[in-house]
Each structure stands twice: as structure tokens, then as C-alpha cells.
């Protein structure tokens, strides 16, 4: 096996070096959800019983997963991202029962979430117990829990018979993965296998919320939106961190740190009106173009024939932008672009998560137009 790099991850001993390995033989298979193979789904539930890592469709993103409980198993999730550690991984079970075994307590709060939300793409910060160990926590006394809705991932965890850490399946600060060929293409030869689904349903990561203070608070917006918990639970805040580019608290969740999902172009958000916003995307376009760079714009439909660059995509509606804006971020990558400058959203409903996203990618780095 060729190793490329060390990375810090937090053990009982406290912070310690690891290798990261790139070279490991892959089993790779496709899997039909419309027709589940249930001998994939044990053949690959009993690598993750034996502390291998697994690539796993569910209906956000792609996870990169291996057995919670087992801390070699969850530093083999930090080798093959190039992840730091004190980056806590996100827990997946299969079942609602599961979760009295892995938190201290579930309050009524969390009771109306999941009998609202789960299952699906809402993740709740808990207060852990002891059976989880510190490298999935990140070295936190809580614990980020989801149970999916994707019928595969679901089946999966419950032939392990262990619950799941699985941080999307993508090299650590670049675009989360929702179709099969980004994670062969940046993951083959770092895990043990990929099970190969159907493109994601959400393409953005799980709404978390932290029931471990006073104030439920959303440390990673999503498609559960901020309205929709309100709903039901009446008072819940942001986080302040997701508004701005404070860095510097401890993240309790997957995807708080400062520079995120980020493809290799150098990304830009230009805001303002319409008309203005596609005239000064314009004019930075001719300035590219004139020092031989090649420019990209994220878009919506409406404005994909407005401007003098390449386009890409991101739908007629919110929702169809938050399906499509991984793929259309790694895709930069794919057309050779080396400036992207993405339209803005409105920060309400899922334009939250996806400007979130966005602002991560951009380095928040904005333009007003």
C-alpha cells in the first residue's frame, strides 16, 4: 500500500499523527433501488461489521461510511477524505429504537422532530454516551444522529448491525458527491467499496439541529428549512457562524469550517438586481477573457442565454438549484474553468442552505454589483 500524507486525529491520548492511504483495491457495485440485491446488502453490511470503509447512496449525498462504534474503523473515514479530525462525523442508523442505546437523553423536543422528520434528511445534535467513541465525535461530548430515507442506506445499516459515521463520500473540502462517477472518480483506491445507487434525491447535505443547549439551534441549514422546524417547534436560531465567515468556534457539526465544498476555480457570489448582476458579470467575463482565463457562471435557467461564458445550469426553482449545485461545482472542474461567479439567493426557504453552500465554496468571497 503507497501512503501520500499524515493527518491529525483526536484519540483517548489526545492528538495524534495517522497515514493517509490512496492505493487500497476498491470492490465497486451497482445496486438497483427499484429492486434491492439483498446478498450486496449483507456482503456489504458485514464490511462495515469488520471495520471496512463503504460508499453509500442516500437521498442527500453520497456517504463515506464505517462502523460508529469502532475508532480504527472511523480514522480509516478521516484517512480516506484527508479529513481533520476535529471535524465530528455524522451518525446514521436504520431505526428510530436505535438511538436510546447512543445519546444521553431524548427530550420532547426531539421526540416532535422525529416523529415530523425522520425518516429523512434532518440530523440532531445530542448529548452522547460513552459507546461513542472520540474519533467519531471529534473529540465532542455530542453526537450528530440521522436516520435516512434512502431505502438502500437503510438496509445497509441494519445488515451491519452497527450504526454508521458517514461524512459525504468526497475528498475533505470539496463538493459533496451526488452521482456515482464523482465518488469513482476522487475515491477509488482510498476505500474498501463503493456500493453504486441512483443519483441523489436532495443534492445538498442534512438540515442539522443542536438539541444539546437551551435553544435549538441549526448548525447546517438543508431542505429541512429553518420555517419548517419553527413550525413545530416554535423558537429555534441559526447558528451565527452560517451567516458569516466566523471560524473560529469549535464545530460541533459536519461542514461549519471556514472554506468548504470548493472546486478548483475560484469561485465569486455577485449580488444585487438582476439586470445589474448580469452587466457586472459581464464585464468581469471581457476582463478574464482578456488575461486568458476561462470564466464560468452559475445561473439560474432564466438567465443561462445572458451571459458571454460558459454556463451551468441550476434549475427553474430553489429546490431544483439545491438538486443540482454540487454537480454543476465539480463540473467547473470537468470544463477546464478557472473563475466562477455565481448568481445569489434569496436566504429563505432552501435559498439558505444553498447560499451557505455557495458562500463556503466562494471562500465568501462576494461582489456587488
Known sequence: MDWCSYITVYSKGGWQPIKTATDMETIIKTIDPKNIDMDIIEEFGKMLADGKTVIFPTETVYGLGANALDEDAAAKIYEAKGRP??????????????????????????????????????????????????????????????????????????ASKVPIAAPSANISGKPSPTKAEHIINDMEGRVDAILVGEDCNYGVESTIIDLSGECPLVLRPGCITLEMLREVLGKVEIDPSIMNKDDNRKAKAPGMKYKHYSPNAEVYIVVGENEKRIKKINELIEENSQKGLKTGVLCMKHNSSRYNAKTFDLGESYEEAAHKLFDELINLDNMGIDIAYAENFEEKGVGVAIMNRLKKSAAYRIIEA
Open 85 to 158: 479530525s476535529d471535524n465530528p462525523l455524522l451518525v446514521h442508523i436504520s431505526d428510530k429504537e436505535d438511538l436510546d442505546a447512543l445519546v444521553e437523553d431524548v427530550d420532547e423536543r426531539a421526540k416532535v422532530l422525529i416523529d415530523k422528520f425522520w425518516p429523512g434528511p434532518l440530523t440532531i445534535v445530542f448529548n452522547k454516551k460513552e459507546i461513542i467513541p472520540d474519533r467519531t465525535s471529534g473529540g465532542l461530548n455530542t453526537v450528530a444522529i440521522r436516520m435516512p430515507s434512502d431505502e438502500i442506506a437503510r438496509k445497509l445499516i441494519r
